[in-house]
């Protein structure tokens, strides 16, 4: 956008979107977006130019489970988790490790550069329906709700096998004070007005003339670019 007029059009009152910081009583927690991967180099480039290098910190936070009993039990590491699973959990790991991580198809990490219907089209749930329960309720279940939000059923197999191998082979970062930081450091070298939502992106033929904001107000524009869900340009291309 080098040597173009960049206004950004925020909806709501702050920068940063899902990923934010919760302030309570003086304490405060990160919500999407704890940790940035060794491999995303994009936005450790951006964590560069924002000058919070320095802030980055590794994270090495444990995962607690509540056993039957209710009571806490804490593994060790990745490999400590057979300490808490039964003969046939244990097996269950060993098998879907060489099955799905040393014996399966390479393919890379960010980009789907072609089908691979054998993992694109079927669910969690349905191809590890083989798993026992100690494997579903200690690995399966919580690496589904943490990584994807959702339920084995409705996320597939590809990208469960994307997941797994992202939390395996990389380190995780946060930033000292919270990765919204990284938001709010960009967003005070930008033009951003917040409390601007956009209503309709306005054009004549096939060719951007605008925006119409919610407040009725019209900006005259050449370029647009959407960074929120698609039901804005998507109403844009059906219309043209
Ligand atoms: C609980 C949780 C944990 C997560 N953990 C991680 C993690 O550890 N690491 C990681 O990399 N990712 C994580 N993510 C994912 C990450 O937060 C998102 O992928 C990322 O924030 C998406 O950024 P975005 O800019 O594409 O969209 P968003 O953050 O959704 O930003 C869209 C912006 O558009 C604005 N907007 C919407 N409609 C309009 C409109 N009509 N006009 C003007 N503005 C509008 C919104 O207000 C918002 O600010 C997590 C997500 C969640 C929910």
Sequence with gaps: MRGQKVTILEASDRPGGRIQR?????????AGAQGIHSNYTEMLGLVE??????????????VSYLD?????????????ITSLMNGRGVRDLSWFVARYLALARRYPQFEIVRDL???????????????????????LH????????????FTNLYHMLNSTK??????????RTG???LAERLASKLEVRYESPVLKILSSGRKVDGVLLDSGETIKCDHVIAACLLMFPLEFYLQN
Excluded: C, Q
Excluded at 117 to 139: M, Q, T
């Design 179 to 181: 990765i919204v930081t």
């Design 22 to 30: 919760l302030t309570r009583h003086g304490d405060s927690v990160e």
């Design 142 to 153: 919580p690496m589904m709700h943490a990584m994807t939000n959702t339920a084995l059923e």
């Design 117 to 139: 219907p054998a993992y694109d089209n079927i669910s969690v749930e349905e191809a590890l329906n083989w798993a026992g329960s100690d494997f579903r309720d200690y690995i």
């Design 68 to 80: 039957r009993n209710g009571a806490s039990r804490i593994p060790n590491g990745n490999l400590g």
């Design 166 to 175: 992202l939390e395996l082979t990389t380190k995780v970062f946060g930033l």
């Design 49 to 62: 130019h924002a000058g919070l290098r320095g802030d980055l910190m590794p994270l090495d936070g444990k």
